[in-house]
């Protein structure tokens, strides 16, 4: 299982940015949850974003970056997408996808968004937004 992030970069504030991850080694469909985290220098990683599978595609959102980013998917091209839009200098950070063949039912938000849930990661990409 390979997970590899592309896209990251330097940003304006309030620009926006897409950030990609494309896996490799096994099939996608096999895939039940898949997140994006963010880890900024000396802080813990952050779940920002994720789309549940298990539960029809459910997403779920951190309050840091609901309204302003989104977490899609192309099966077909076993990519994951996170648009974000209306970037803060306080969105700097290394950008991580992460996934799970696992199935998680009824876990909510917060535990959908937890680093722990998820077994294969990439290596993650430098988002850095000045002011």
């Known amino acids: 299982v390979q997970l590899v992030e592309s896209g990251g970069g330097l940003a304006q504030a309030g620009s926006s940015l897409r950030l990609s991850c494309t896996g490799s080694?096994?099939?996608?469909?096999?895939?039940?949850?898949v997140a994006w985290f963010r880890q900024a220098p000396g802080k813990a990683r952050e779940g920002i974003l994720s789309i549940n599978h298990s539960e029809g595609g459910r997403r779920y959102a951190s309050d840091t970056v609901k309204g302003r980013f989104t977490i899609s998917a192309d099966d077909a091209k076993n990519t994951v997408y996170l648009e974000m839009n209306t970037l803060k200098p306080d969105d700097t950070a290394v950008y991580f996808c992460a996934i799970t063949f696992d199935v998680n039912l009824g876990i909510g938000r917060q535990g959908m968004l937890q680093p722990d849930r998820y077994r294969h990661w990439g290596q993650g990409t430098q988002v850095t937004v000045s002011s």
């Open positions: 080694g096994f099939n996608f469909d096999d895939v039940n949850a």
